[in-house]
């Protein structure tokens, strides 16, 4: 079940990043990581009214009151990711989370993987070389240059790093509460947080109209149904294994590209994304 929740969570969430990076194109950044916040809300207050909250300790406020900062950092450079640069160039670079998290579980959770999970991940972070591969014919440098020119995929890439960090949080959190009060908790704490911040930097952009409201919401609810279901399948398996699979949303976020935004060069990053489908059947066939 853990690998039918993070596909889910995959095809979700490209859903939810292509959506946004569309009201991107009228919108301020602040506005729109705070909408898809706002939007996101009724699913996690629903979940709330419909699940037993667990007994809490003191890991699991440590965890959260840990996890939010890195989170709001995250949350503001993911949105400006995809806004100034194109999604199948940005997204993809995610795939170096599970990477950085055989680390990081490792030393706050004190999990490992196997060696074909092991393999497997490496393939999904391998698969980011060739998303300029078309530069190699200059070096065999070149891609790894061209990536640090792209700010988007910059940004993201640092964004990478912080959710080694907050998934591992995320699931010590997890294992002292449950995944789907976690989930909802977490996000609504986040929610109200992330409030003035979004108030202060946009100032007079917040205001939501009438026809804001359906693709607000479309974005919305997609985020949150990728939540309830990312955090499901993080108390099901290693946290490497399941944001490894989550990433395969890589593809489906290169297939956006093409199909709503036109982008180029789409062939050379579908290229990445079959060594990363490799990664994922790795890691599955380990398990």
């Known amino acids: 079940m853990w690998i039918i929740y993070s596909l889910l969570t995959a095809i979700l969430l490209a ?10 194109a009228s919108r301020d950044e602040y506005f729109v990581a705070w909408a898809r916040l706002l939007f996101s809300l009724p699913v ?10 667990p007994p809490l300790n003191k890991t699991f406020w440590l965890a959260t009151a840990a996890a939010l900062p890195f989170e709001i950092i ?13 999604i199948s160039l940005t997204a993809p670079f995610l795939s170096l989370t599970p990477l950085l998290l055989i680390l990081m579980s490792y030393f706050i959770l004190g999990e490992k993987v196997s060696l074909t999970g092991g393999i497997g991940i490496l393939f999904i972070a391998s698969g980011s070389y060739t998303l300029h591969i078309h530069k190699v014919r ?25 959710f080694s960090i907050t998934s591992s949080l995320g699931k010590m959190a ?5 995944p789907v009060f976690f ?3 977490y996000f609504i704490l986040l929610t109200i947080l992330f409030t003035p911040i979004a108030l202060s930097k946009s100032r007079d952009k917040i205001a939501i ?6 693709p607000l919401a479309a974005i919305g609810i997609t985020y949150a149904l990728m939540i ?4 499901t399948a993080m108390g099901l398996t290693k946290v490497a294994y399941m944001i490894s699979v989550k990433r395969m949303s890589l593809l489906f976020s290169i297939l956006y590209g093409h199909l709503l935004f036109k982008e180029a060069k789409i062939a050379e990053r579908a290229i990445g994304g079959v060594m990363m489908f490799i990664g994922f059947l790795l890691i599955v066939l380990s398990r």
């Open 44 to 53: 996690f207050l629903a979940c709330l009214l419909f699940i037993e909250i």
């Open 138 to 162: 200059h070096s065999l440098m070149e891609p790894v240059k061209a990536v640090f020119r792209e700010k988007g995929s910059v940004m993201m890439i640092i964004v990478a790093c912080i």
């Open 228 to 231: 309830v279901f990312h955090m």
């Open 183 to 185: 989930g909802s908790f």
């Open 15 to 24: 859903t939810s990043d292509a959506l946004t990076k569309r009201a991107l």
């Open 209 to 214: 109209t009438g026809k804001d409201i359906l």
């Open 74 to 86: 995250a949350m503001i450079l993911y949105t400006k990711a995809l806004k100034v640069s194109p």
């Open 174 to 178: 997890i294992t002292n509460s449950s």
